[in-house]
Antibody, heavy 117, light 110 residues
Framework: EAKVVESGGGLVQPGGPLRLSCEGTGFMLSNYWMHWVRQAPGKGPVWVARMNEDGRRTDHADSVRGRFTISRDTARNTLYLQLNSLRAEDSALYYC??????????WGQGTLVTVSS | QSVLTQPPSASGTPGQRVTISCSGSYSNVGSDNVYWYQQVPGTAPKLLIYNDYRRPSGVPARFSGSKSGSSASLDISGLQSEDAADYYCAAWDARLQGYVFGSGTTVDVL
């Protein structure tokens, strides 16, 4: 069974960095588009970033472009999201999603990021 | 403010039909596929409809999607108590170069 497990969330001060990880099991990241989606408490989901199968194409939402970077380590079958210059409005549950909007879509349980002094 | 507009709430009694609308523009719904999600509080969103009307394996046939121009709809026929949840539409936006979600609709089963 294909599964993704996120980690790396926590409490961070405004302006600080954080790196989120998403380990895939039961499938190869290099066979799917991989995405990050976030959701603040009580709000709707917001798409954050994506990477294609061969890792050569990445896209980031306007709200995070230049601050967040999606990457991966194929040897570890792990996707990352580097979060820099964090703001209070970045506080949310961050989900890693395999094949977002596709028939084989799979979401993790999410990792919580809280930006506060 | 969401790029895609949905009614904030909808409701029906068991067995009734409920329709949720999703209004977008030429750069998203009008030019690309629409997707629909169901989210029960405390859980991750679940894909109900992809590519405007297709259902992933395991999604009941009472859920159906359609699209006309820059608007899309999700129909729930034969409403059941377990359908009480939040529903979101989504689409790729060519102008923003990213996926956008709707404002969300809470469905109550009376």
């Amino acid at each position: 069974e294909a599964k993704v497990v996120e980690s790396g969330g926590g409490l961070v001060q405004p302006g600080g960095p954080l790196r989120l990880s998403c380990e895939g099991t039961g499938f190869m990241l290099s066979n799917y588009w991989m995405h990050w989606v976030r959701q603040a408490p009580g709000k709707g989901p917001v798409w954050v970033a994506r990477m294609n199968e061969d890792g050569r194409r990445t896209d980031h939402a306007d709200s995070v472009r230049g601050r967040f970077t999606i990457s991966r380590d194929t040897a570890r079958n792990t996707l990352y999201l580097q979060l820099n210059s964090l703001r209070a409005e970045d506080s949310a549950l961050y989900y890693c999603v395999k094949d977002f909007v596709g028939p084989e879509e799979s979401w993790g349980q999410g990792t919580l990021v809280t930006v506060s002094s | 403010q969401s790029v895609l507009t949905q009614p904030p709430s909808a409701s029906g009694t068991p067995g009734q039909r409920v329709t949720i609308s999703c209004s977008g523009s030429y750069s998203n719904v009008g030019s690309d596929n629409v997707y629909w999600y169901q989210q029960v509080p405390g859980t991750a969103p679940k894909l109900l409809i992809y590519n405007d009307y297709r259902r992933p394996s395991g999604v009941p046939a009472r859920f159906s999607g359609s699209k006309s121009g820059s608007s899309a709809s999700l129909d729930i026929s034969g409403l059941q108590s377990e359908d009480a949840a939040d529903y979101y539409c989504a689409a790729w936006d060519a102008r923003l170069q990213g996926y956008v979600f709707g404002s969300g609709t809470t469905v109550d089963v009376l």
